[in-house]
Nanobody, 125 residues
Framework: QVQLVESGGGSVQAGGSLRLSCTAS????????MAWFRQAPGKEREGVASIDSSGGTDYADSVKGRFTVSKDDAEGILYLEMNQLKPEDTAMYYC???????????????????WGQGTQVTVSS
């Protein structure tokens, strides 16, 4: 069972930046495909960014040009660099690994098999 631990969340003002990290307990085929999701209070969980084993990425339209997802396979760490943060980016951010077959590198499905506990991001105006 892959364990995922997020870190790097915090409170920033609009326009600021944060970098989230997600450390996996192992590097295996379960961590070839990983993603970031977020959930704001009263809203459904939504995909933010994903990355596949070749470095291919997918982003939600709302974060394109502002967020960058990357992965260090040697260290087993997934990153999310967030710039130009907006109040609407406020949410709990979750790391996920091992999506359903056919969904590697996309955020089209939230049915990932492994999830972290989340890290809170709060952006004030």
């Amino acid at each position: 069972q892959v364990q995922l631990v997020e870190s790097g969340g915090g409170s920033v003002q609009a326009g600021g930046s944060l970098r989230l990290s997600c450390t996996a307990s192992e590097y295996s085929d379960s961590t070839y495909c990983m993603a970031w999701f977020r959930q704001a209070p009263g809203k459904e969980r939504e995909g933010v960014a994903s990355i596949d084993s070749s470095g291919g990425t997918d982003y939600a339209d709302s974060v394109k040009g502002r967020f960058t997802v990357s992965k260090d396979d040697a260290e087993g760490i997934l990153y999310l660099e967030m710039n130009q943060l907006k109040p609407e980016d406020t949410a709990m951010y979750y790391c996920a690994a091992d999506p359903p077959r056919g969904y590697c590198g996309t955020i089209a499905s939230a049915l990932y098999n492994h999830w972290g506990q989340g890290t809170q991001v709060t952006v004030s105006s």
